[in-house]
């Protein structure tokens, strides 16, 4: 409410209030540090130091003409990043670790995992490796790089921005009304993926996994298993369109990241169409550098599996992000090395339910976090156990009432979208009343419940 009322319409408000492209991307900066420093200021003066080495690795990589030096340059300021991710990550994640293996306690008090550091850390390492790989120019201005850093749109939760994505709109855009009916809208449209149907799936989900495996039986556990699935995609595609949205009104044309993806036919389709942001990077940036598939077999296997154990551990410091992404890159293998050309011979119900169901038995993964309550989830899933019903709604039925969302979600994550603007063409008035009927229903669920769970707090 806070955000919707308060800080994104005086941002507007100051923002168009000036002409000049200066004095718009400092009041796009100024805000942008505030957003983040919200919290914790002290973490935002980490992602601008972050930023400075960036910066100053960047003026240096520009001014020497020895190959030899511009690589060692390069490679520190790639390390120097790459440490503060994995210090403020991934260090507590190692010392555990070292104790589990070694029987030792070391006394070290726990670091606090700043918000957003992953994604940060992807875009400024995106403008350091295509600045090395002579892809972009240097961005001279500190501010500038910082303004494309710390976007608030975007910020916390992704899409992961390319530096050469919008470089030339940090001093080259273009504002209009329209552009901003058409951002709102779309803002509108992720608030209430997130708001309306990913926190609706979200309480299934809760209710489940929180009670007694005997009462729910493995009917439940698999309806918790399908609607961790809706929450997740409608919670983070929701946050990809308001970051769209919320970029559009100051001018900005952040790329898609999500393309329907739970209409995929395959695993590999599925990648493609799922957090394209993140796939892409990897492939461009460790997948290919690696060899990619221009290797040998082995090597290739090798390469993906590397990629996909690297993909999980971004998504948190667990285990069980990293099994989630090497079960992903046994699929994507066995699709290159003989699935797939089984797959193109079933009809394309059978390929989507093949598709479906090993999405969904990743994400159970993806939420068990602990390994005594993935096995337990999977064994339950992959068992017969009945459900008790009677018991069921005596002790919470508050379940059925979130049922609805379910069919809900499955309609939406539909491409309903392209098939409209196939049809007539929707007036902007009705678009708006739309618009305006899903805000106030985003408000009225913000003023009735504080349930609001936030997954990507781990990134």
Request: hydrophobic content about 55%; charged content about 15%; overall charge positive.
């Amino acid at each position: 409410m806070t955000f919707i009322y308060c800080f994104l319409p005086v941002v507007c408000v100051c923002y168009f209030a000036f002409k000049n492209r200066t004095w718009r991307n400092a009041v796009l900066l100024v805000a942008s540090l505030i957003f983040y420093s919200w919290g914790e200021p002290s973490f935002a003066a980490l992602m601008i130091l972050a930023t400075f080495i960036a910066y100053i690795g960047g003026l240096l990589m520009s001014k020497t003409r020895f190959l030899y030096y511009r690589s060692f340059i390069f490679v520190i300021t790639v390390i120097l990043i790459t440490a503060n991710l994995f210090i403020f990550k991934y260090f507590n994640f190692v010392i555990e670790n070292i104790e589990a293996i070694t029987g030792s306690a070391y006394s070290f008090e726990k670091i606090a995992l700043p918000i957003g550091i992953s994604f940060y850390t992807f875009q400024i390492l995106s403008y350091v490796i295509d600045l090395y790989r002579k892809e972009v120019a240097v961005q001279k201005n500190f501010f500038k790089l910082l303004l494309y850093v710390s976007l608030f749109p975007q910020l916390i939760a992704g899409p992961i921005v390319r530096y050469k994505t919008i470089e030339n709109e940090i001093d080259n855009r273009t504002e209009s009304l329209d552009a901003v009916a058409v951002g709102t809208r779309r803002f509108i449209l992720g608030l209430s993926k997130k708001l309306l149907i990913s926190n609706g799936a979200a309480r299934i989900v809760e209710i489940i996994y929180a009670g007694d495996p005997n009462e729910f039986g493995t009917l439940m556990y698999w309806l918790a298993a399908i609607s961790y699935a809706l929450q997740i995609y409608f919670d983070f595609s929701g946050y990809s369109d308001m970051a769209i949205g919320a970029g559009k009104i100051f001018g900005f044309n952040f790329l898609e990241n999500f393309d329907h993806p739970y209409t995929a036919l395959s695993i590999t389709e599925f990648w493609r169409k799922w957090h394209i942001s993140l796939s892409s990077w990897f492939r461009d940036y460790i997948y290919i550098p690696l060899g990619g598939n221009r290797v040998g077999k082995g090597r290739w296997v090798f390469n993906i599996l590397i990629v996909w154990a690297l993909t999980g551990l971004w998504h948190g410091a667990s285990w069980n992000f990293v099994l989630w992404g090497l079960y992903f890159a046994v699929f994507l293998i066995a699709e290159k090395l003989f699935l797939g050309k089984l797959l193109s011979k079933l009809p394309k119900f059978i390929q989507w339910i093949y598709s479906a169901f090993v999405v969904v038995v990743g994400w159970v993964i993806f939420y068990q976090d602990k390994m005594d309550e993935l096995i337990k989830t999977l064994s339950m899933m992959f068992s017969l156990v009945p459900t008790n019903f009677t018991r069921m709604v005596a002790n919470d039925s508050e379940i059925f009432t979130a049922l609805i969302f379910i069919p809900l979600g499955i309609i939406c994550m539909l491409p309903i979208s392209n098939w409209l603007e196939k049809g007539k063409e929707r007036s902007d008035l009705a678009k708006n009343v739309l618009s305006l009927v899903l805000l106030a229903l985003c408000v009225a669920f913000v003023l009735s419940t504080k349930f609001n769970p936030f997954i990507y707090f781990r990134f």
